[in-house]
């Protein structure tokens, strides 16, 4: 099971923060959080938010193992 | 170093003990950020990291500005959680040798931290709360490191 957190809006917008969700693929985990929620599958592909696997930010598709820790990362603002 | 917290920090004393015991450095130059009120519209600013990621990441950036500006050390502290208008939201101190490394360093330090650290921040009011992205200018601030690399 892969474990699935969400940050700053997307979290608000998804009401839930972290999940417990088995996927062999990123890109299968989009598609099953997209079917189960339209809204947060349209925001996970916004412009701006990135991906970390493992804390470490991956672009394109890849697989997930048991435990892989996906982290949804909208635009960033500190300071 | 590079320190996240929750609790409220007094950026005086932090100053005097990155201070303390420099005989050599020569320059110290620090910048705080404080929570604003935007006359009434913000109560609370709230700020969410990535435990690890965040540190991870402004370490890398650290390093970076270190090895570029010539810097003997750096020191980034910033709040997560809530925090009322006047409380300092992020101290970064650099020191170098000379004054100039110190001021770009701690500049450099800030326009990145304000565009691509990784915090998410929430202003909270009377009329709800909202996320707050960067803007055109933060990005083009932190532009500006990249034309000073290509002149």
Do not use: N
Not at chain 1, 57 to 66: H, K, M, W
């Amino acid at each position: 099971m892969a474990r699935v957190l969400l940050f700053g809006r997307l979290s608000d917008l998804a009401g839930w923060r972290e999940r417990e969700i088995d996927s062999p693929f990123l890109s299968a985990l989009r598609s099953r959080l997209a079917a189960e929620d339209i809204d947060l599958g349209a925001a996970l592909e916004g412009p701006g938010v990135q991906v970390a696997l493992d804390q470490v930010i991956v672009r394109g598709d890849a697989p997930l193992s048991a435990r892989t820790e996906v982290a949804f990362l909208p635009p960033m603002s500190g300071g | 170093m590079i320190r996240l917290t929750y609790d409220p920090f007094d950026p005086g004393a932090l100053l005097s003990e990155f201070c303390r015991g420099r005989s050599e450095v020569g320059a110290v130059a620090t910048f705080t950020g404080i929570a604003r009120a935007e006359e009434g519209s913000t109560t609370t600013l709230e700020l969410e990291a990535y435990p690890g990621f965040t540190e991870a990441e402004i370490g890398k950036i650290a390093g970076g500005a270190q090895v570029r500006f010539g810097l003997e050390e750096v020191l980034i502290l910033h709040r997560v959680g809530k925090i009322p208008p006047g409380e300092p939201v992020v101290f970064v101190a650099t020191a170098a040798r000379h004054r100039r490394a110190a001021f770009e360093g701690c500049d450099f330090l800030m326009d990145y931290l304000k565009s691509k650290a990784p915090f998410w921040k929430k202003e909270h009011g009377p009329d709800g709360a909202r996320w707050v992205e960067p803007r055109p200018e933060d990005h083009a601030d932190l532009a500006r490191w990249d034309k000073e690399i290509s002149t």
